[in-house]
């Protein structure tokens, strides 16, 4: 009898989600919005470590980035923002020129980069999830800022339902936790973004924002960030170091 209510219980907990009030998209996205202004970010500027493995690596190198034969290419990193829509990622290479970094920035959704980061998938969808998640304008009511950017991302926004992502209960915009098609991903109780599942480059890109709260990059920035496609880690940025407000040209996007 003690087994079967183990059992019982463990089933009870795994449906929990699934039997939960839902907010509907509209009031989630606002609650995002909210959580990120209260941060009264106008922009970002954060350093860290980029890691690129299997065919974002090899696309690096056919360019003449270097790395270890056949290994991932690893580099400092920089992740710039400014707010409303402007991000860039670039590649602090030791052996070359701060002027001719290879990088990829997002400006008003239009894409723009150089040294063959841009023709990598996976830089190009952390760069443009990561900016529609946090790189936003959020003051007042910014329901309608996240529904438009969302939409270009292919996320329905008819749909929500509750899932789990990295030991937490999530909300999920667009569909099921499972289902093979763009999603958003945001806590539940903290309002933090968590994922965003979208297209780029001819297959869905797994944007994955991790460890918010951390003494390096708080409310700000997650302490990592990864792109997966197919269940497979293609890029990691870990984040050094995270700096609130800085000054940034308008040329850096």
């Known amino acids: 009898m003690t087994a079967r209510r183990a059992v019982a219980a463990l089933a009870l907990a795994a449906a929990l989600p699934a039997l939960a009030y839902v907010l509907p998209p509209a009031a989630i996205l606002r609650r995002l919005g909210e959580r990120r202004a209260a941060l009264e970010l106008s922009a970002l500027e954060v350093t860290g470590t980029v890691q690129l493995l299997g065919p974002a690596a090899d696309r690096l190198a056919s360019v003449g980035v270097p790395r270890p034969p056949g290994g991932e290419l690893s580099a400092p990193a920089r992740f710039l923002m400014k707010i409303p829509g402007r991000c860039r990622l670039e590649l602090a290479l030791p052996e070359v020129a701060e ?47 996240y529904a438009s950017v969302l939409a270009r991302r292919g996320v329905a926004l008819t749909d929500a339902s509750l899932g789990r992502f990295d030991g937490r209960i999530a909300y999920v915009i667009g569909g099921r936790e499972r289902d093979a098609k763009p999603l958003l991903f945001v806590d539940k109780d903290g309002f933090q973004p968590l994922r965003l599942v979208s297209p780029e480059g001819g297959a869905l890109q797994d944007v994955r924002l991790l460890g918010w709260g951390s003494n390096v990059g708080g409310d700000w920035f997650p302490r990592a960030v990864e792109v997966l496609e197919g269940g497979a880690l293609r890029l990691r940025f870990t984040t050094d170091h995270a700096q609130a407000n800085p000054k940034i040209a308008d040329g850096m996007f």
């Open 99 to 145: 002027a001719a970094r290879p990088f990829v920035a997002v400006r008003d959704g239009a894409v723009t980069g150089r040294g063959g980061l841009d023709a990598v998938p996976a830089a190009v969808a952390l760069v443009r999830s990561t900016c529609a998640l946090i790189g936003q304008s959020t003051q007042g009511d910014a329901t309608d800022v």
